[in-house]
T-cell receptor, first 115, second 115 residues
Framework: AQSVTQPDIHITVSEGASLELRCNYSYGATPYLFWYVQSPGQGLQLLLKYFSGDTLVQGIKGFEAEFKRSQSSFNLRKPSVHWSDAAEYFCAVGLTTSGTYKYIFGTGTRLKVLA | KAGVTQTPRYLIKTRGQQVTLSCSPISGHRSVSWYQQTPGQGLQFLFEYFSETQRNKGNFPGRFSGRQFSNSRSEMNVSTLELGDSALYLC??????????????FGPGTRLTVL
């Protein structure tokens, strides 16, 4: 069955430190990959997406993600975290199954930033 | 271009009542999807509408229903509310969710509390 795994439920980093959030997927083909961020009480904001081409994708707010086919991963990175990055981050895949296109979301990683 | 809007933002109901939530998609978007987000279950897909027709449906009881109007605005209805229906209900719109490269954009959500 198709699935998305975000193995880290919580991550705490200090402001200015680098960040990597992990995302692994299970799917027979290459899905379309997304990262969203959700601030408390808010909806999801699209950070970046990967459909094809260059496997390193740049997004908003200084985030980037790298698609690694061999590892079925799409990890999100940021070189220097700001306090305003504290939020919950969701990885999602878009895939076609039985002729239907659908999104599958990971369970999210909650990021805490220490001053 | 205005984003996805959802009304109301907050709602308090009692068990047994029914509720209607509204979603206005981004101009030009024809697909509207609804999700339920709870701390225990994460993001769960409810249903998707495209051109006034329900195209996909998640695993929710029949108490959850929706519809889409000719201007692509969508409503979801929950009848006979239960305590477990307390959640953040998110609406997402996209141009045409049938294509694999489609991207969903989310609204701020409606926070429903059932007492």
């Amino acid at each position: 069955a198709q699935s998305v795994t975000q193995p880290d439920i919580h991550i705490t980093v200090s402001e200015g430190a680098s960040l990597e959030l992990r995302c692994n997927y299970s799917y027979g083909a290459t899905p379309y990959l997304f990262w969203y961020v959700q601030s408390p009480g808010q909806g999801l904001q699209l950070l970046l997406k990967y459909f094809s081409g260059d496997t390193l994708v740049q997004g908003i707010k200084g985030f980037e993600a790298e698609f690694k086919r061999s590892q079925s991963s799409f990890n999100l990175r940021k070189p220097s975290v700001h306090w305003s990055d504290a939020a919950e981050y969701f990885c999602a895949v878009g895939l076609t199954t039985s002729g239907t296109y659908k999104y599958i979301f990971g369970t999210g990683t909650r990021l805490k930033v220490l001053a | 271009k205005a984003g996805v809007t959802q009304t109301p933002r907050y709602l308090i109901k009692t068990r047994g009542q029914q509720v209607t939530l509204s979603c206005s998609p981004i101009s030009g978007h024809r697909s509207v999807s609804w999700y339920q987000q709870t701390p225990g279950q994460g993001l769960q897909f409810l249903f998707e509408y495209f051109s006034e027709t329900q195209r996909n449906k998640g695993n929710f009881p029949g108490r959850f229903s929706g519809r889409q109007f000719s201007n692509s605005r969508s409503e979801m209805n929950v009848s006979t509310l239960e305590l477990g229906d307390s959640a953040l209900y998110l609406c997402a719109s996209s141009y045409n969710r049938r294509t694999s490269t489609d991207t969903q954009y989310f609204g701020p959500g409606t926070r429903l509390t059932v007492l």
